[in-house]
């Protein structure tokens, strides 16, 4: 036991915070991250922790809080992916690449900015790829309320948002309001995308978005049962990452520890991987037993096979 | 600004625009933009585990870009291409973040290759660097009547014998090598965009794939050198100038797009009514 | 004079996700002529063609090219698909798309000859592609596409030329020109061509020779030699009627049949 938990682990404050943290932005990534994956909106995703980045460096080389840099960089990364629209996919992903460089090119500038401007040493580091374990404590509450304010969306318009999905011409003969429908999930994707980026840094906060939701999906037939196994692998994968984060500083020699991010990254896509694995498949595949949920689940499993 | 290390900087910007352009040609009629994101990141994991064995950087480089292109290939032909495909990417740069952890000169380090350094090629390394570009190259004029069926007509391109999952892979080949000579200049994260920006404007000016090609070469040549020109005055870094003036190429190049379908529309009404008002 | 077929499909057979699509299907298509390989959507005519092409393996039976088992190199087949796709972003013109049919093979760079170029000029001028030819080949409409298709697939002059439905989705206007200019293209440069369709009255007035597909089966001669009723009915397994009317022919099943297997042209069928 002393061997998995190096000393300290549970007493640790940074550790209680970061473990929180972690759960909270995980849950959060993990939902939203499954309708990313359903609407194939895998590279806009990305693409918008990208110019999160730009946020986040923007916001701290004018000294304000990275967290809402990260997540205003995310709400203007969402606008122009909206203005880019989605019409043919060859040049909407041309777009979307042209965006996410100028934003990268911009964060660069504004990190070079902070190393000239101050003594603040590491802001590569911390921006891009996480500071969980040096997050302030206060920021705890602030950090619930945004979570409970993305989920409070994904709940809101979870029904439109699938349907959406699956066709937009039966979602506007039903009289949903397709952009705002759009508009709002990109709210969600935006403040989910800060929040991780406040755990494994912007760059590495597509995988809490994406790999769960992609693993699960693989693992599942049903949209609530990918919400809940992704929700599990995230916080796992997560809490996980934290562990051996913290007993790397007792492996490595140099005593700095390997990040976070690198452990929480690893772990995901090494689930992301096994979820492909044959006996995995076929376990997965295997003979369902008659129930009455059945109906439910089968439109949940075309919603789910219709978005590739 | 053109003489003792800069002579370099702008030798080797000079071949990393043109195999920018003639790469990043066939990137945006295939669509890949998110490949030529997503293995230069594999380079970034490569070149931090060179820094941390304390070899050639090139070499970690290389191996890495060819090992994501073949990875992306491989896993991009199960499972939804998209999501395999970014969670790869972040891997990479969790790697690459990790060796450079264990490293003592984490910040700098991260930086330089994240977003690019002007005299990140060493005057020793000016000949490999060239011969990579060369091989990438040939290895376009090589396969660019095949790599332009099966990119257009991909269904037309199998029958004849063409296999298209096979140029796909030995496009991604093509990729990582050229990501392995330019992400030292420019910067694993930025490259991409000297891929994309000056090809996606060629291709808004010219009807024809020769034509777009050069067209291609010649703006990726002018955002290099613009670049490197403000990135010895300003020191800011020559990536952002890059993504900047790459973003800009492919503004002017859709502007010049919508003006000019705008005129051809005017034409078209023009002619149809002058024939209306004739007979 | 070899009299060998350009094309022996011999027993074919063919099974996808485990279910049966073809089930020994064979005909020959001969030096020049124009058959029409016919059946309802769905019923596996794309599966036979690329079969035929090489793109899918056969549960068992063989196809033939000229007597010689088909190798891709050979380029004896030219080959026009359902639906090409084409950005209207490509910086490809029409007349360069026609040239590439010439030397989308070869690796390397080289120079066009002017006989090539001279050869482009012709065939663009027989698929009457001439006016659009310098236009992007994205920007085209879907007729004046599929006219640069089948350029493509000519200037390497193929013994047989397979179409993949190429009437699916054109006006009727659209669907007779096209059929016009394949029957005298193929005259011309005195090229087989095997082209499906779910419809046949369009091309009745062409073709040489038609292959009938329906569950997996196929019969296959002139037209009046198989659109018969006891042909048919033989081939379908239960009754159906051959009527004509007004040059053209409809095949219907008794009422209470299952009229979904028949191929028919939505505006025609009696109600």
């Not at chain 1, 011409?169 to 039903?174: G, I």
């Not at chain 1, 990452?241 to 976070?260: E, T």
């Not at chain 2, 000949?127 to 991909?154: D, E, K, Q």
Request: proline content about 4%; charged content about 15%.
């Amino acid at each position: 036991m002393h061997v998995v938990f190096e000393s300290g682990f549970f007493t640790n404050a940074p550790v209680r915070t970061a473990l929180i943290i972690g759960a909270v932005t995980a849950i959060v990534s993990a939902v939203v991250g499954v309708f990313v994956v359903v609407r194939s909106q895998s590279f806009a995703g990305h693409a918008l922790t990208d110019v999160a980045t730009t946020g986040g460096s923007a916001a701290f080389f004018f000294g304000l809080s990275p967290l809402l840099g990260f997540i205003g960089g995310g709400v203007i990364g969402a606008g122009a992916m909206d203005l880019i629209g989605v019409e043919r996919e060859r040049r909407r992903d041309l777009a979307t690449g042209i965006v996410l460089g100028t934003a990268l090119g911009l964060a660069a500038l504004f990190l070079y900015l902070d190393t000239t401007k101050g003594a603040t040493t590491g802001a590569t580091q911390q921006l891009l790829f996480g500071s969980i374990f040096t997050v302030d404590p206060s920021t705890v509450p602030l950090v619930l309320g945004l979570s409970a304010f993305a989920l409070a969306i994904v709940v809101l318009i979870n029904r439109p948002l699938l349907l959406s999905s699956l066709s937009a011409e039966l979602t506007r003969a039903r009289g949903i309001n397709l952009r705002g429908v759009g508009v709002l999930f990109m709210i969600a994707m935006a403040v989910s995308v800060g929040l991780s980026s406040i755990a494994v840094g912007s760059i590495l906060s597509t995988a809490l978005l994406i790999g769960p939701a992609a693993a699960s999906m693989r693992l599942t037939k049903s949209l609530r049962a990918s919400l809940m196994v992704a929700g599990v692998l995230g916080v796992a994968t997560t809490w996980l990452g934290i562990l051996f984060a913290y007993d790397s500083f007792y492996w490595v020699p140099s005593s700095q520890g390997l990040p976070v991010s690198f452990f929480i990254v690893s772990l995901i896509f090494i689930a992301y991987l096994m979820s492909g694995l044959p006996f995995v498949r076929r376990w997965v595949d295997r003979p369902p037993r008659a129930n009455s949920a059945g109906a439910s689940n089968q439109a949940s499993t075309e919603a789910l096979e219709g978005g590739a | 600004m053109f003489s003792g290390f800069m002579v370099n900087a702008w030798e080797v910007g000079t071949m990393v625009a043109i195999v920018g352009g003639v790469v990043g040609f066939f990137v945006v009629l295939r669509g890949s933009a998110f490949p030529a994101h997503a293995i230069p990141n594999g380079a970034f994991a490569g070149a931090a585990g060179a820094n941390l064995l304390a070899i050639n950087p090139l070499i970690g480089l290389g191996v890495f870009s060819f090992g994501a292109a073949l990875g992306i290939g491989a896993l991009s032909r199960r499972g939804r291409s998209d999501a395999v495909t970014a969670l790869a990417l972040v891997m990479m740069l969790a790697l690459g973040a990790a060796f450079l952890s264990l490293s003592t000169q984490y910040e700098p380090q991260i930086f330089s290759l994240l977003f690019g350094e002007i005299l990140g090629v060493s005057a020793s390394e000016i000949l490999p660097v060239v011969a990579l570009g060369a091989v990438c190259i040939i290895a376009v004029a090589l396969l660019y009547r095949p790599l332009l069926l099966t990119s257009i007509a991909p269904d037309i391109a199998a029958a004849r014998g063409l296999r298209p999952q096979r140029f796909e892979i030995a496009f991604l080949i093509v990729i990582a090598c050229a990501t392995t000579m330019t992400v030292p200049v420019v910067g694993a994260l930025l490259i991409f965009t000297l891929m994309l920006g000056p090809s996606a404007a060629a291709q808004c000016f010219t009807n024809r794939a020769g034509r777009a090609m050069a067209g291609s070469v010649a703006i990726a040549l002018v955002t290099i050198w613009l670049a490197l020109a403000c990135a010895y005055e300003s020191n800011w870094p020559v990536g952002f100038y890059v993504s900047v003036f790459s973003a800009s190429s492919y503004g002017i190049g859709r502007g010049y797009a919508a003006w000019h379908t705008r005129r051809q529309v005017r034409a078209t009404r023009e002619s149809l009514r002058s024939a209306a008002l004739t007979n | 004079m070899t009299d060998l077929p350009v094309l022996q499909v011999d027993e074919i057979s063919v099974s996808l996700s485990g279910r049966r699509i073809l089930d020994h299907v064979s005909f020959d298509v001969r030096g020049g002529e124009f058959t029409g390989l016919i059946g309802s959507n769905g019923v596996g005519k794309t599966t036979l063609l690329r079969t035929i092409l090489g793109l899918q393996r056969p549960d068992s039976g063989r196809v033939l090219v000229s007597g010689m088992a088909l190798s891709p190199r050979s380029r004896s087949l030219g080959y026009v698909p359902q639906k090409i796709v084409v950005d209207p972003d490509v910086p490809m013109r029409a007349r360069d798309f026609v040239a590439l049919g010439l030397d989308a093979h070869r690796y390397g760079l080289t120079r066009r000859t002017p006989q090539q170029r001279e050869l482009v000029e012709q065939i663009l001028h027989d698929v009457d592609a001439e006016r659009f030819a310098d236009n992007r080949l994205g920007s085209l409409s879907g007729g004046e596409q599929q006219r640069v298709f089948i350029a493509h697939a000519l200037i390497s002059q193929p013994k047989l030329l397979l179409l993949d439905e190429p009437l699916a989705n054109l006006d009727p206007r659209s669907v007779q020109e096209i059929v016009a200019l394949l029957h005298r293209v193929a005259r011309g440069y005195g090229v087989a061509i095997l082209l499906s369709a779910h419809e046949m009255n369009a091309l009745l007035p062409v073709m040489d020779r038609i292959v009938y597909l329906t569950g997996g089966r196929a019969a296959s001669g002139t037209t009046d030699e198989v659109i018969r009723s006891d042909v048919l009915s033989q081939l379908y397994g239960h009754h159906v009627d051959v009527l004509q009317l007004h040059g053209r022919v409809l095949v219907v099943a008794e009422p209470g049949q299952d009229n979904q297997a028949i191929p028919q042209h939505p505006t025609l069928t009696l109600g």
